[in-house]
């Protein structure tokens, strides 16, 4: 099982690396350190971490646009530090419940480079749309059922 909670400082730096591990800076554009205080501290933005059964930090969620009666969530960032082990899907589904549910938004959206079509996979299987495409991304949105 595994456990979604807001980012606490003393994650940043396990978190700043997790981004810099081959296998997943080539899919992302890591945030400084200074990007991720920034981001901890805004309330338009929910910095999250993601923990496994005994607690261990094993990936972090970036949710941008976070505000009362916001219609549109932004899922800037999802990483899983050991991808390919279903993790991913289970955020996915955990990010979705947070954002239709909790905030109340009406859709998500997220851009994906084109070459990450692990994550392209998952997105569209969870009931993400392209809805643009540019030379280096694809533009998806999901919208609240």
Do not use: W
């Not at 396990?14 to 805004?42: C, D, N, T, V, W």
């Not at 009406?106 to 994550?119: I, M, T, W, Y």
Request: with cysteine.
């Amino acid at each position: 099982m595994i456990a979604i909670k807001p980012t606490e400082e003393k994650d940043l730096t396990a978190i700043y690396q997790m981004e810099r591990r081959k296998g997943i800076k080539e899919f992302i554009q890591p945030y400084r350190m200074k990007e991720h205080r920034e981001a901890l501290l805004s309330d338009k933005v929910e910095h999250l971490s993601v923990f496994d059964q005994k607690n261990h930090l094993i990936g972090f969620v970036l949710l941008n646009g976070i505000q009362p009666k916001a219609t549109k969530i932004e899922l800037k960032r999802i990483v899983i530090s050991d991808p390919g082990k279903g993790l991913g899907t289970q955020v996915l589904k955990m990010i979705h419940e947070r954002c239709f549910k909790n905030h109340l938004c009406k859709e998500v959206g997220l851009d994906v480079f084109k070459h990450n079509q692990r994550a392209l996979s998952l997105y569209l299987k969870m009931g993400f749309v392209i809805t643009e495409a540019t030379d280096e991304l694809y533009i998806l949105t999901c919208n609240a059922t």
